[in-house]
C-alpha cells in the first residue's frame, strides 16, 4: 500500500498474504508410527495495472508447491475432502484479484493441528478503486457443527473432524465503469 501512494499506477493491489500454514501431527495408526504433515497453501494475487491477478497460486513465499491429494491420502492418516479455487473469492474491479482456494481435511485419527494463517480479519485491499478481496477462514467441522478458528491457533482434531482452509483471493485493480 505504501509503495502504491509512492508509484500509483505501477504496484499491484493486495495478495492473500504471506501464506497459509497448516501442520499436522500424530500417530498414524495403519504403519504404528508418528507422523508430521506440514504445507503451504495457495491463494489469489492481486490484479495490477496491466492485468487481472492469477488464483490459487502461492504468493510472497518462494519454492512451494502443493502436496498432491493422492500424495497426501497416502502418506498420512488424512483424507482430501475438498480441493478446489473458491469462487468470487478475489476483489472484483477493471482487472479483478486472482480467487484464493479451498483445501478441506478429514482426520482419519486424532492429531494435533497449528495454523499459521494470514487475512482472516483485513481483506486484502485493491488499488485505483478496485474492490477489496474476501478475507481468509478457518473452519472446524465436529459433529456437524462448525466452529470457527483463528488465523494463529492451535486445536486437537478428533478422528472425523474436517479442517477447511478457504484462502483470501487477491484485491482488484481500477474501477469498474458499471
Do not use: C
Amino acid at each position: 500500500g505504501a509503495l502504491a501512494q509512492a508509484a500509483p499506477g505501477v504496484i499491484p493491489a493486495a495478495s492473500q498474504g504471506s501464506m497459509n500454514n497448516v501442520l499436522v501431527g500424530g500417530h498414524d495408526p495403519r504403519s504404528g508410527g508418528q507422523y508430521v504433515y506440514y504445507e503451504t497453501i495457495a491463494g489469489g494475487l492481486g490484479a495490477g495495472p496491466s492485468g487481472p491477478g492469477a488464483s490459487g497460486v502461492q504468493s510472497h513465499m518462494t519454492n512451494t508447491l502443493n502436496t498432491p491429494v493422492e500424495a497426501l491420502e497416502y502418506a498420512f492418516p488424512l483424507r482430501v475432502r475438498q480441493y478446489a479455487i473458491r469462487p468470487g473469492s478475489g476483489g472484483r474491479g477493471l482487472y479483478d484479484g486472482g480467487d484464493g482456494v479451498v483445501r478441506e481435511l478429514e482426520f482419519l485419527a486424532p492429531a494435533q493441528v497449528t495454523l499459521i494463517t494470514e487475512r482472516r480479519t483485513t481483506r486484502p485491499y485493491g488499488l485505483a478503486g478496485g474492490g477489496a478481496a474476501q478475507a481468509g477462514r478457518n473452519v472446524l467441522d465436529r459433529d456437524g457443527a462448525e466452529h470457527e478458528i483463528g488465523a494463529k491457533a492451535e486445536l486437537n482434531a478428533r478422528e472425523g473432524d474436517r479442517l477447511r482452509i478457504e484462502t483470501p483471493g487477491g484485491g482488484a485493480w481500477g474501477a469498474t465503469s458499471e
